[in-house]
């Protein structure tokens, strides 16, 4: 079987995006524009993968840690063809079919790629170009063919006549080509055109000239060669892949209340009979359990839940574990290293960060929790805080089992409490406490009888 070479091609800033960042950086469904077509194309088992990159280049190479693809830089955006050129040297010796793919279209799937490959070879071609048939073709390229309906050329939209810009077949920017015809065609290639840029599609015209087969590949579902222009495009195609994610979510047996403001990564995934509220974004590495409950604003990023956990209404969780019957909320913020054990109940205002739970442990209302690991079937009262930071380092705590924490308790770390102590409330606890004891700070409560009546006469003799 012939290898496959892939060339994407991001060098471009994206004037239209009217952005610092640059285009192929502007995140679609999670992650930047550039890997979704990166992504696809990498299914195809690619021998050799040349990306070009320009603008923002060092950026755009720090968005994909993995291996095994070739970093090249074009200095100056002279247009597609000049892309192309750059990578020649990586593909000295290359016997194989280049597929050629833009950074900025998105949504190819691997069996469309893999039939147009299909489709070249079979025809034996020098070239074979993506077309699509478009309402509204504007901004692309059109297709032009002759009175046999073979392809002539392709003319870009600025140079187009309107008897041109009237063809709704458009190039859809995905070519698949023999290297040795690319790269000595690409050499002809001029920039006599509107923008001054040597354009990739011109090869076909050269080709022809030529004598070589130039073949076409008509997609049949022109939504996936979308290309992402615009703020605007990139906000619509956000919009469809949202739909495309919650509709099979919603068939896997989720009930998502109100798909419209759902928002589900690709990396996600989600357990039968879980009900999802409004507002709910589920983002990263994030798994969700068997019949658990999201009443609604809830954020969660790389977070596991396990089955039947029921996050009440307006939480943000990252990178969490939550054992299966755990209750959390509404408003509760768990931090990074957060895991909470089975039934375990975490209330109203209560933040926990790097912080262990045991089964049955309860944080009900208004605490911090960071840097602490307590055992099961623990109650911590309103008001607890772990001071675990002095100004220079942190410092743990850990709590036994059954422990009772009253209300107003804070506990200056590092510190440790043994099993079944007992905390009076309002109290300061500096020293580790033996297991079974009862802690509370020796305060003499006074009382003065009538004094409100005192004070009150007395300020209104001052007002007189
Ligand atoms: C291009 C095609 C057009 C086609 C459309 C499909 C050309 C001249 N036109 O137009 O026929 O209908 O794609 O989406 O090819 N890039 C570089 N270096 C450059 C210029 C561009 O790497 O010097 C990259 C861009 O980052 C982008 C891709 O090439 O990822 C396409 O460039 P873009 O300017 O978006 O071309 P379109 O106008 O969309
Ligand atoms: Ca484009």
Same mark, same amino acid.
């Given at each position: 079987?012939?290898?496959?070479g892939?060339?994407l %091609?991001a060098?471009g800033q994206?004037?239209r995006m009217k #952005?610092n960042l640059p285009?192929v950086?502007h995140?679609l469904g999670?992650?930047?524009?550039?890997?979704?077509a990166?992504?696809t194309?990498r299914?195809?088992?690619?021998?050799?993968v040349?990306?070009?990159?320009?603008?923002?280049?060092?950026a755009?190479?720090?968005?994909?840690?993995?291996?095994?693809v070739?970093?090249?830089?074009q200095k100056?955006?002279?247009?597609?063809?000049?892309?192309?050129?750059?990578v020649?040297?990586?593909f000295?010796?290359?016997?194989?079919?280049l597929l050629?793919?833009s950074?900025?279209?998105p949504l190819f799937k691997e069996?469309t790629l893999?039939a147009?490959?299909r489709?070249?070879?079979e025809r034996n071609?020098?070239?074979?170009?993506?077309t699509a048939v478009?309402?509204?073709?504007?901004?692309?390229?059109?297709?032009?063919?002759?009175?046999?309906?073979?392809i002539?050329?392709?003319?870009?939209e600025?140079d187009?006549?309107?008897?041109q810009k009237r063809v709704?077949?458009?190039?859809?920017?995905a070519?698949?080509?023999s &290297?040795?015809?690319?790269?000595?065609? %690409?050499e002809q290639v001029?920039?006599k055109?509107?923008q001054?840029?040597y354009?990739?599609?011109?090869v076909v015209?050269i080709g022809?000239?030529?004598g070589?087969r130039?073949a076409?590949f008509?997609?049949?579902?022109?939504?996936?060669m979308?290309?992402?222009?615009?703020r605007?495009?990139?906000?619509?195609m956000?919009?469809?892949l949202?739909?495309?994610?919650n509709?099979?979510?919603m068939n896997?047996?989720?009930?998502l209340?109100?798909p419209q403001t759902?928002y589900i990564?690709?990396?996600?995934?989600i357990? /039968?009979d879980?009900?999802i509220g409004p507002? #709910?974004?589920?983002?990263g590495?994030t798994i969700?359990g068997?019949?658990?409950?999201i009443?609604g604003?809830?954020y969660l990023t790389?977070?596991? %839940?396990?089955?039947?956990?029921h996050?009440?209404?307006?939480?943000v969780?990252t990178?969490?574990r939550?054992a299966?019957?755990?209750i959390?909320g509404?408003f509760?913020h768990?931090r990074?290293?957060?895991?909470l054990g089975?039934?375990?109940?975490?209330?109203?205002?209560v933040e926990?960060k790097?912080?262990?739970?045991?089964?049955?442990?309860k944080?009900n209302?208004?605490s911090y929790?960071?840097?602490v690991?307590?055992?099961k079937?623990?109650n911590?009262g309103a008001?607890t805080?772990t001071c675990?930071?002095d100004?220079?380092k942190?410092?743990?705590t850990s709590i036994?089992? /059954?422990?009772?924490?009253g209300?107003?308790?804070?506990?200056?770390? &590092?510190?440790?409490?043994g099993?079944?102590?007992?905390?009076?409330?309002?109290?300061?606890i500096?020293h580790d406490i033996p297991?079974g004891?009862l802690v509370?700070?020796d305060?003499?409560?006074?009382?003065?009888?009538?004094?409100?009546?005192?004070k009150?006469?007395?300020m209104?003799?001052?007002?007189?």
């Amino acid at each position: 079987m012939k290898e496959i070479g892939v060339i994407l %091609l991001a060098a471009g800033q994206g004037t239209r995006m009217k #952005s610092n960042l640059p285009k192929v950086l502007h995140r679609l469904g999670g992650k930047p524009l550039f890997l979704h077509a990166l992504g696809t194309a990498r299914e195809l088992k690619p021998s050799r993968v040349a990306i070009v990159i320009g603008h923002g280049a060092e950026a755009v190479r720090e968005a994909y840690c993995e291996q095994g693809v070739n970093w090249v830089v074009q200095k100056k955006q002279l247009g597609t063809g000049h892309a192309v050129l750059c990578v020649k040297g990586h593909f000295c010796g290359f016997t194989g079919d280049l597929l050629i793919l833009s950074g900025d279209v998105p949504l190819f799937k691997e069996q469309t790629l893999r039939a147009m490959v299909r489709a070249h070879r079979e025809r034996n071609a020098a070239l074979t170009l993506m077309t699509a048939v478009l309402d509204a073709p504007m901004g692309y390229g059109r297709i032009l063919r002759d009175m046999c309906g073979e392809i002539s050329g392709i003319v870009e939209e600025r140079d187009a006549t309107d008897a041109q810009k009237r063809v709704q077949e458009v190039n859809a920017g995905a070519y698949v080509a023999s &290297p040795e015809f690319l790269f000595a065609a %690409l050499e002809q290639v001029d920039n006599k055109n509107r923008q001054g840029e040597y354009y990739l599609p011109d090869v076909v015209t050269i080709g022809l000239t030529q004598g070589k087969r130039i073949a076409t590949f008509r997609v049949d579902d022109s939504r996936e060669m979308l290309g992402i222009n615009t703020r605007e495009e990139l906000a619509a195609m956000e919009k469809a892949l949202q739909e495309q994610i919650n509709r099979k979510w919603m068939n896997d047996g989720v009930t998502l209340q109100d798909p419209q403001t759902t928002y589900i990564e690709d990396g996600v995934s989600i357990g /039968r009979d879980t009900v999802i509220g409004p507002n #709910s974004h589920l983002r990263g590495r994030t798994i969700i359990g068997e019949r658990c409950q999201i009443d609604g604003s809830a954020y969660l990023t790389d977070t596991e %839940l396990e089955d039947e956990v029921h996050l009440r209404f307006s939480v943000v969780l990252t990178s969490c574990r939550v054992a299966r019957g755990a209750i959390i909320g509404p408003f509760a913020h768990l931090r990074p290293g957060t895991s909470l054990g089975r039934d375990v109940h975490i209330g109203n205002f209560v933040e926990c960060k790097e912080a262990t739970l045991g089964e049955g442990t309860k944080a009900n209302h208004l605490s911090y929790l960071g840097d602490v690991t307590v055992g099961k079937q623990t109650n911590i009262g309103a008001g607890t805080i772990t001071c675990n930071y002095d100004g220079f380092k942190k410092y743990r705590t850990s709590i036994g089992d /059954r422990v009772q924490v009253g209300s107003d308790t804070t506990l200056v770390a &590092p510190i440790s409490l043994g099993d079944d102590v007992y905390v009076a409330t309002a109290t300061t606890i500096r020293h580790d406490i033996p297991a079974g004891a009862l802690v509370f700070n020796d305060r003499e409560e006074r009382v003065r009888e009538g004094w409100t009546e005192q004070k009150r006469n007395k300020m209104r003799g001052s007002k007189n």
